[in-house]
């Protein structure tokens, strides 16, 4: 089982980035997906999550209309699109995988600064 991130890097505040974290060794589309953030010295807290199969969407308040998520089965990959980021919004990202057994990725740094 694989969960491997990409996108990350050092953006200007009020810029875009989008994540992806590419998925194997598992049935992808059966399990819910979801984006978890931690900053320096900060617990790990959720960004975004999309159930499966339904594909209902949620955000934590703080990048509601900012962050979307959104995942294509055929290519076993979900995506994060994050837009107006904010120096806040520094952290380590990282994709997860839910179901009756739990897979993280390894993580992507996302720096907003000028």
């Known amino acids: 089982v694989q969960l491997v991130e990409s996108g990350g890097g050092l953006v200007l505040p009020g810029g875009s980035l989008r994540l992806s974290c590419a998925a194997s060794?598992?049935?992808?589309?059966?399990?819910?997906m979801s984006w978890y953030r931690q900053a320096p010295g900060k617990e790990r807290v959720l960004v975004a999550g999309?159930?499966?199969?339904?594909?209902?969407?949620h955000y934590a308040d703080s990048v509601k209309g900012r962050f979307t998520i959104s995942r294509d089965n055929a290519k076993n990959t979900v995506y994060l699109q994050m837009n107006s980021l904010k120096p806040e919004d520094t952290a380590v990202y990282f994709c997860k995988a839910s179901r009756n057994l739990v897979y993280w990725g390894q993580g992507t740094q996302v720096t907003v600064s000028s």
């Open positions: 060794g598992f049935t992808f589309s059966s399990y819910a």
């Open positions: 999309m159930t499966s199969p339904s594909g209902s969407t």
